[in-house]
């Protein structure tokens, strides 16, 4: 999409504080704090049950301006991490027991030192999933040998796609995405990604495109895979359904559609306790482009922080962030509701 991010044209919730203010104004949708809704099945404060997904987001840049997008990432946002930041968080990866690294952004492959850090953390033999949108392998000769490199180092692809046709996800994330995206999963199957003879996995992501919960995980992917084999021959792993949460962009649209208070009734009315227990900031810890630590992806938009003492990646401690208690507000219950919602999908 050519669209300018929320920064670039200098919107108000651009801001991190603006949207915090929104967020935090429970009563006037009339919903509960979350905060109370955890009390009463004693899970507040949420606390960390240790690290088992480092999430680095590498960069804000990206060659895609979607719609729905929570990091507000574009062509035009010029954040990225620096190869010093980059080595900071190996020398944390070295000193814990976290089985996974998940590399994101933006678009990672556009940070210069991407395939650098790839090649790091794989001798770390940490285990690597990389969020990349399938286009960035199209956008430029220089990544047209991406599938390639994640071969090379086992690399666990996962890639978005709102829907199995051109019209839906190119409304969600720009004119000609749909073709790119198959072309790109096309190349993937071709050296044996997403098929059922190999190790090399290709999980693609569902989120809704308006103001609703997503269906079912396990009978959406039935159905994208029919749909995928069918019109296309490919093949992928898993789908995996991610709740859309009022941050940034698409807290930007269910205002604008006036959707916002309807949106954030159904979450309440559909969280789930069993969800909640399972949230991904209990077992997740994520690093923003600037080295800074924080609970979630999500908390990281908002620019919430860990609590704490060990605050960025260079004076990162383990034990510390054991202790702390995980940084909550109302976007949270996007990711207790119905089935839960993670960046590994559906949590029950």
Avoid at 204 to 219: H, K, M, T, W
Wanted: proline fraction near 4%; hydrophobic fraction near 35%.
């Amino acid at each position: 999409m050519s669209e300018a991010t929320l920064k670039r044209q200098k919107h108000r919730l651009s801001s991190s504080e603006r949207q915090l203010e929104i967020l935090d104004n429970h009563e006037a949708v009339e919903i509960p704090a979350f905060q109370q809704k955890m009390e009463k099945i004693d899970l507040f404060p949420l606390r960390p049950k240790g690290i088992e997904i480092f999430q680095v987001n590498v960069g804000k840049m990206c060659n895609q301006t979607c719609k729905h997008c929570h990091v507000d990432a574009g062509p035009d946002r010029q954040e990225i991490m620096s190869k010093e930041t980059m080595q900071q968080c190996l020398d944390a990866l070295s000193q814990i027991d976290a089985a996974t690294v998940d590399l994101t952004g933006g678009a990672p492959e556009m940070n210069p030192n991407f395939r650098w850090f790839v090649e790091e953390i794989s001798k770390l033999g940490k285990g690597i999933i990389v969020r990349c949108n399938l286009t960035i392998i199209l956008s430029n000769p220089k990544y047209h040998d991406l599938p390639e490199f994640f071969k090379k180092h086992r690399v666990n692809v996962v890639s978005s796609l709102p829907y199995f046709n051109a019209r839906r996800t190119d409304a969600q994330r720009g004119d000609g995405v749909f073709e790119k995206s198959i072309k790109a999963l096309k190349m993937l199957n071709a050296i044996g990604y997403g098929m059922p003879d190999s190790d090399l996995k290709l999980d693609l992501v569902y989120n809704p495109s308006g103001a609703f919960l997503p269906g079912d995980q396990i009978e959406l992917e039935k159905q994208f895979k029919r749909k995928l084999q069918r019109g296309f021959e490919v093949k992928f792993n898993n789908l995996l359904t991610i709740t859309n949460l009022p941050v940034s962009r698409f807290l930007d649209y269910l205002i604008q559609s006036e959707n916002y208070e309807d949106y954030m009734n159904e979450l309440v009315n559909a969280f789930n306790p069993v969800a909640a227990k399972g949230v991904m900031c209990r077992n997740t810890l994520s690093i923003g482009w600037d080295g800074h630590l924080y609970d979630c992806d999500f908390n990281q938009m908002l620019e919430l922080k860990v609590a704490g003492d060990s605050k960025h990646i260079s004076e990162f401690n383990e034990l510390t962030l054991s202790k702390r208690n995980i940084k909550t507000s109302q976007h949270c219950y996007g990711c207790t509701a119905g089935a839960g919602s993670s960046c590994g999908g559906a949590t029950t």
